[in-house]
Structures are given as C-alpha cells and as structure tokens.
C-alpha cells in the first residue's frame, strides 16, 4: 500500500518536502562549517563560563588527537561519556567523533549494575567521568573491557579562581563526590595536554559510521544500545533545521539546555541543530535545583528553550519564574514524553510562547514528528512527519489503517537507526521487512495529517474489554488546581480485570480523594474513572523527567 501524505499541505511556507542528507558527510563535517562561520562567537555556556566556536574546534581536536595519538584508539572503537551537562562534554563528544569514533552515553545517575550492563554490552574500552561518580566506575571496571579511565571535575573548565572554588565546595563542603580509587586514571585537563602534543590525522568518516551508541529501553528490560549513524543524525538535523529554520536567526539563537545532553532529545535539538545555527547552548548542570535554574533564566535573555512536560511545570510552579524575561523568547519544543494541555496553557499566559509538541524516539535520532512553528496554541497532536519522513499507524496484522483509526504507530526516514547493538532478532522485531519502525506508541492520524498519541502499547489500561489510555486519565486531573503531578496506571482488578490507579503529589495539602473523584466523574466516562486514589510526595521519574508508570504498576501488582 503506498502511503498518502496529506500532511504535507499543511507544511508551513518555507518547509521543504525533502531535505538533502549528503550536504554533509558526517557530524565533524556540520561543526566545522559552524566554526568557520561563527568561530568567535560563543558556543556553550555553563556556570558563566562561555567557549567560542574556535576553542570547541581547538579543544575537541586536543581531545581527539589525544584518543588516537595517545591511547592508540582505532576508527570505531567505543568511548563512554558519564557526565551531566558542563563543558567538558561537547568538548568530548565532538573530540571522539571527529576522531571516527563512537559515543556511549551513559547516565550518570546509573547504579553499578547499570553501568556494569552497558560497558560490557557496548564493549566501552574507555570512560570519560566526572568525579562524583567515578566511585561507580571504580566498581565496575574489573568485570569490563574498559582500559582507559579519564577523570574530571565540575570545575576544571571554568578558570581560575572560579574551577577551584567549585570543586572545593563540591568535594569538602557538599560532600558530593564520593572517595575513588583508580591509579591508572588520567586527568581531563592532562589528556588534552597530551593530545596538544599531536597532529589530528585526517580521518574519513562516512555516513554509515556509527557515530552514538544511544542506551534505550531501560523501561521494558535490559537496556539495548540503537545504533545511530551519522547519516541518521545529519539527516535528523537536516530534518529539524527545516523545520525550524524559517524563523531562527544565524547566529543570534540563545538555547536553554537542561534536559541532558546524555538524552537524544537533548543531544540533537540542542547540542546539533543548533550548533548548525551557531547558536549559544546554556547548559544547565543540574535542573532538578529549580530556584538555582530560574536564577539562571534570569542571567539573560534566551530565544529557545527544549524540555519535558515535568521540566515546564516545575518552572511553572518556581517563585520567581514569572520575573524572567521572556522578550527575545519564539521558540519552546516539548519532547521526552506527553505534554498536558493544562501545562502548555499555563506556559502560553506565562511566556506568550506556544509550547510546541513534538514526538521522537531513541530509534529516530530522535525526531519524527513536530507540529508546526507557528502554531496559535497547544492542540493535543504530536504534529506532522517531518520532511523526507513517513509515519502510518498499523494494526496488529501489520495492515495501514484509515484516518481515525487508533494502531501502532510506524515511522520510515533517514533518521532510523541502522538497528540494535548485537541485537539482530530485536531489530528484526522492531523494524520490519518494508523498512518501517514499529513505535511501540498507540496513535491516530486526522485527515489533515496530524498525529494523535493516544499512549503506550504497555500502558494501556484494560478496564473489562475497554482500552484506557492513562494519558486522558492523567491530562483530565492535571486541570485541577491542587493538583502538581498525576500518574494513572492499571492495578488488577477482581471484577474488571483492570481498575485505574492515580498517584498524585498535591499543590494543595486540603486536596481530597473525593475531590479528585468528583472531578473525574464530571470529566470521564464511567470505566475510565479511578477507583483508588494515593497521594503521595513526589512520583518515580526516569533521569530526565519522565514518570515512571512501570514502577507504580509493578508496585501495584
């Protein structure tokens, strides 16, 4: 069946139908166009500390040369980076792909078994850390092929006295950085001494280069590493920038980075497209501190800002938030999971900005769908196919279905991954003999081409024979005013099968299980109302934010 795109005639003017993936060869070859043009503007910022274009080229090469001239790495060996947002980590990203080399990026926040699991899945034969969590990486080491161990702290790019003073507070005052013991390990700062030493060879990376190993699935099992190209990555870039770029000014953006550049979400909106730009990236180390992240805000004026719906409410609810400027603001893109209207009307009054929704995976590099940049106001759908992109929704025979039909959503483009590490029967599972990804999400499509999440294969609640889909459960009680965070899951039920559970942290302490249920009543038909009501002090989040209703479920059960 050939797929009709009717999304395509409500493209916004300037978008392309198409986009060009071999205007760049790989990744290196996008930032080296940003460096010749923007060289001496400012690249990244973190703690106040800014690098130009030009000192991310110079130090990046160092790192680079250091892992070839040094550490005698060979083209497509894997190089861990365990870090939150700060400096050191464009530098290193950037450093090991222009070296031809992979990224693994890891979580900082992982327990021992965690890491143990991707290290030796991904056969990492060295590990970039940040001091507070090299203790974990001490753990692991004996069972792992990794060889090299580059340790750093939070302040070593910051400068004199500044650095100094970070890592002092960090070590002796907050107690943040556990004792280690690795005698073999190499500081940052002396690795890029090293690489200074050495010419960077010129080396050739092409488009079926694995440029990320990127961890997923860590929900639904063991995590499995997707493999992503850097054509995967131009092309999504390309993809993006299209999108975008009717209303970005070169050279001019301001970003706000606070999802992790660990996460995919994060790592190509803001870390690639737009470095395209030549955009300044803040990146923002620690976001769960939200007075220290509204103080932030406040240091300057931003143009873009991405996150997760968890993120926007948190700011939502931060004294302070309200005495931002918002004047150079145009663009602010939801990801990572659903965003709930109630959320995206508060940050419309808030800001005057619509809160974009745009849909992806770890698979798509990550965008698939975007809605469009000049959307009046928050509408529910994840949006349209980005360029060059098809997205159909299928049931489970693998059959299209027609519009308004809810199956599994599949998308095809140059932006899904080469497949799973290792994984050949796992890829097969996920990526079918047409080419299409099957996405795991439940979903619809409207005759104008727009797409509707309706949630998670695995979330669904079955309520005697009725899908539930906890996102309207959740979206409907999120509206009520005492009401911070909400998570609806399905708990086992003797005479339904299934019966829907809300998890709630309140705004409002008077907040009242009757309450909740009076509302849900007045709003939800009657299999869809909640038949248990726990409130609790806050809810199980993943590393960027989103709510883990497996936990809940499997607590339930």
Same mark, same amino acid.
């Given at each position: 069946?050939?797929?009709?795109?009717?999304?395509?005639?409500?493209?916004?003017?300037?978008?392309?139908?198409?986009?060009?993936?071999?205007?760049?060869?790989?990744?290196?070859?996008?930032?080296?166009?940003?460096?010749?043009?923007?060289?001496?503007?400012?690249?990244?910022?973190?703690?106040?500390?800014?690098?130009?274009?030009?000192?991310?080229?110079?130090?990046?090469?160092?790192?680079?040369?250091?892992?070839?001239?040094?550490?005698?790495?060979?083209?497509?060996?894997?190089?861990?980076?365990?870090?939150?947002?700060?400096?050191?980590?464009?530098?290193?990203?950037?450093?090991?792909?222009?070296?031809?080399?992979?990224?693994?990026?890891?979580?900082?926040?992982?327990?021992?078994?965690?890491?143990?699991?991707?290290?030796?899945?991904?056969?990492?034969?060295?590990?970039?850390?940040?001091?507070?969590?090299?203790?974990?990486?001490?753990?692991?080491?004996?069972?792992?092929?990794?060889?090299?161990?580059?340790?750093?702290?939070?302040?070593?790019?910051?400068?004199?006295?500044?650095?100094?003073?970070?890592?002092?507070?960090?070590?002796?005052?907050?107690?943040?950085?556990?004792?280690?013991?690795?005698?073999?390990?190499?500081?940052?700062?002396?690795?890029?001494?090293?690489?200074?030493?050495?010419?960077?060879?010129?080396?050739?990376?092409?488009?079926?280069?694995?440029?990320?190993?990127?961890?997923?699935?860590?929900?639904?099992?063991?995590?499995?590493?997707?493999?992503?190209?850097?054509?995967?990555?131009?092309?999504?870039?390309?993809?993006?920038?299209?999108?975008?770029?009717?209303?970005?000014?070169?050279?001019?953006?301001?970003?706000?980075?606070?999802?992790?550049?660990?996460?995919?979400?994060?790592?190509?909106?803001?870390?690639?497209?737009?470095?395209?730009?030549?955009?300044?990236?803040?990146?923002?180390?620690?976001?769960?501190?939200?007075?220290?992240?509204?103080?932030?805000?406040?240091?300057?004026?931003?143009?873009?800002?991405?996150?997760?719906?968890?993120?926007?409410?948190?700011?939502?609810?931060?004294?302070?938030?309200?005495?931002?400027?918002?004047?150079?603001?145009?663009?602010?893109?939801?990801?990572?999971?659903?965003?709930?209207?109630?959320?995206?009307?508060?940050?419309?009054?808030?800001? *005057?900005?619509?809160?974009?929704?745009?849909?992806?995976?770890?698979?798509?590099?990550?965008?698939?769908?975007?809605?469009?940049?000049?959307?009046?106001?928050?509408?529910?759908?994840?949006?349209?196919?980005?360029?060059?992109?098809?997205?159909?929704?299928?049931?489970?025979?693998?059959?299209?279905?027609?519009?308004?039909?809810?199956?599994?959503?599949?998308?095809? *483009?140059?932006?899904?991954?080469k497949g799973y590490?290792?994984?050949?029967?796992?890829?097969?599972?996920?990526?079918?003999?047409?080419?299409?990804?099957?996405?795991?999400? =439940?979903?619809? =499509?409207?005759?104008? *081409?727009?797409?509707?999440?309706?949630?998670?294969?695995?979330?669904?609640?079955?309520?005697?024979?009725?899908?539930?889909?906890?996102?309207?459960?959740?979206?409907?009680?999120?509206?009520?005013?005492?009401?911070?965070?909400?998570a609806a899951v *399905?708990?086992?039920?003797?005479?339904?099968?299934?019966?829907?559970?809300?998890?709630i942290v309140r705004?409002?302490?008077?907040?009242?299980?009757?309450?909740?249920?009076?509302?849900?009543?007045?709003?939800?038909?009657?299999?869809?109302?909640?038949?248990?009501?726990?409130?609790?002090?806050?809810?199980?989040?993943?590393?960027?934010?989103?709510?883990?209703?497996?936990?809940?479920?499997?607590?339930?059960?």
């Open positions: 069946m050939t797929t009709q795109r009717p999304w395509l005639a409500q493209y916004p003017a300037g978008v392309p139908h198409q986009i060009d993936v071999d205007e760049f060869a790989s990744i290196p070859a996008v930032l080296e166009q940003s460096i010749r043009q923007f060289g001496d503007r400012p690249a990244f910022t973190s703690m106040g500390k800014a690098l130009t274009y030009a000192q991310v080229d110079e130090l990046s090469r160092q790192f680079a040369a250091y892992l070839l001239g040094e550490l005698k790495l060979k083209k497509g060996d894997r190089v861990a980076i365990m870090m939150p947002n700060c400096l050191q980590y464009p530098i290193a990203t950037f450093g090991i792909l222009r070296a031809g080399l992979t990224v693994v990026n890891v979580n900082p926040m992982y327990t021992a078994r965690e890491l143990r699991h991707q290290m030796v899945d991904s056969g990492a034969s060295v590990i970039l850390v940040l001091d507070n969590f090299a203790r974990t990486v001490q753990e692991v080491l004996a069972d792992t092929a990794l060889r090299h161990v580059v340790t750093t702290g939070l302040g070593d790019m910051l400068g004199f006295p500044k650095g100094a003073i970070v890592n002092f507070v960090l070590r002796n005052v907050k107690k943040m950085v556990p004792d280690y013991d690795i005698p073999s390990a190499v500081r940052f700062r002396d690795a890029l001494a090293l690489g200074s030493k050495h010419e960077l060879p010129d080396v050739s990376i092409t488009h079926e280069d694995i440029a990320f190993l990127q961890y997923t699935g860590g929900t639904t099992g063991v995590a499995k590493g997707a493999m992503l190209t850097h054509r995967n990555l131009v092309a999504n870039m390309q993809q993006a920038s299209a999108w975008i770029g009717t209303n970005v000014k070169l050279g001019q953006e301001v970003i706000v980075t606070a999802l992790p550049l660990y996460h995919i979400f994060a790592l190509t909106a803001n870390g690639l497209v737009f470095m395209k730009y030549g955009a300044k990236n803040i990146l923002i180390t620690n976001p769960r501190d939200m007075p220290g992240f509204v103080k932030e805000l406040k240091r300057e004026p931003f143009t873009a800002i991405t996150g997760v719906n968890t993120l926007f409410n948190g700011l939502l609810n931060t004294p302070g938030f309200d005495e931002i400027d918002f004047s150079k603001l145009h663009l602010t893109l939801g990801g990572g999971m659903a965003v709930q209207r109630a959320v995206a009307e508060r940050w419309k009054k808030a800001t *005057g900005v619509t809160l974009v929704e745009a849909y992806g995976l770890t698979e798509t590099s990550p965008a698939a769908c975007i809605n469009p940049m000049d959307l009046a106001d928050y509408n529910g759908a994840i949006g349209l196919p980005v360029p060059s992109t098809d997205v159909c929704v299928k049931d489970e025979d693998g059959n299209q279905l027609p519009v308004g039909e809810v199956g599994e959503l599949c998308v095809k *483009g140059p932006q899904v991954m590490w290792n994984r050949p029967e796992e890829t097969a599972a996920a990526i079918d003999a047409d080419g299409w990804l099957h996405t795991g999400d =439940m979903a619809k =499509m409207d005759e104008k *081409g727009f797409f509707y999440i309706v949630d998670r294969k695995k979330d669904m609640i079955l309520v005697s024979g009725f899908n539930v889909y906890p996102n309207e459960i959740e979206d409907v009680v999120a509206m009520m005013p005492g009401v911070l965070e909400v *399905g708990v086992p039920d003797d005479k339904s099968g299934e019966a829907v559970k809300l998890v705004k409002d302490p008077a907040l009242t299980v009757e309450q909740v249920k009076a509302h849900a009543r007045e709003n939800l038909t009657g299999y869809k109302q909640p038949k248990f009501v726990e409130f609790r002090d806050e809810l199980p989040k993943t590393n960027v934010g989103k709510i883990l209703r497996r936990a809940l479920r499997d607590e339930a059960a």
